[in-house]
């Protein structure tokens, strides 16, 4: 049994993963993770916008056109299509100040894609953390070599010492967009103004990418916002909001109790 934790230095921030196997080697492990650095290290080459030469920097300065871009950002750019369409615009990456950022996915979809790199490299038990953006896949394997689900907390966003509640996944995603890590720096994006609909969004599900954009639409919308979660295509997440205004939570979707 291998049980191993790793950091990676990416994307302005740390990628860490949580791995558990029973049947592959250390050095197999380690193998997977080479091959995980090589994909994360594009992705920053093709979707930050803090880089010059980056694809995506490129496109919101007119030099190339969407159909001039790699497979995965020709993916990105309609996935996120698809989430101004479930969110009524809430999230709109291509309404920000600048042109097309689709930071607000991206990482979440990579978490995805990482997970998928490691467990076909057969590693059975993962938690890809891309900074409050969480990818889990097979449980948690314990030292004992028992299964259980992964634990998750949400911290409150006024005081990160405290853990508000904490979620039980084996396998799907949970994205967190709040004030924790960069302050206020979400925009509405009908407004172009800090978005004021909630402290904090959670969102649980089975796509990384779209829990991602899910939770940070939630900051701009707020309540209104649960309304979403009656569409058929979003029948597998659930959401807990902490209101920005009074302070209380509320949650909706299979895994909690509807306001």
Not at 85 to 104: E, I, K
Not at 120 to 148: K, S, W, Y
Request: one cysteine or more; charged letters at 25%; proline letters at 3%.
């Amino acid at each position: 049994m291998v049980r191993k934790r790793y950091e990676i230095h990416v994307w302005g921030t740390v990628l860490f993963l949580d791995l558990g196997s029973a049947s592959i080697s250390e050095d197999a492990m380690d193998a997977a993770v080479e091959s995980v650095k090589s994909f994360v290290y594009e992705v920053d080459e093709v979707f930050s916008t803090y880089k010059d030469g980056s694809f995506v920097s490129r496109l919101r300065r007119g030099e190339i056109s969407i159909d001039e871009c790699p497979a995965d950002l020709k993916e990105v750019w309609n996935l996120c299509a698809v989430a101004r369409d479930l969110t009524g615009g809430a999230f709109d990456p291509w309404a920000v100040a600048g042109g097309f950022d689709p930071s607000g996915y991206v990482k979440g979809w990579a978490a995805d894609r990482v997970a998928e790199i490691l467990v076909a490299a057969g590693v059975e038990h993962v938690q890809v953390n891309a900074a409050g953006d969480l990818t889990l896949r097979g449980g948690f394997l314990t030292q004992e070599g028992v299964i259980e689900p992964w634990k998750i907390g949400v911290v409150n966003p006024d005081n990160r010492q405290e853990v508000l509640r904490i979620f039980e996944i084996s396998d799907g995603a949970i994205a967190t967009s709040g004030t924790y890590e960069r302050g206020a720096h979400i925009v509405d994006p009908h407004s172009g103004l800090i978005a004021i609909g909630a402290k904090s969004a959670t969102v649980i599900g089975p796509d990384g990418g779209l829990a991602d954009a899910l939770a940070t639409a939630l900051m701009v919308s707020g309540d209104d916002g649960a309304n979403w979660f009656g569409r058929e295509e979003l029948q597998d997440y659930s959401a807990w909001v902490i209101d920005r205004h009074d302070g209380g939570a509320w949650g909706v979707g299979p895994l909690l109790t509807a306001r």
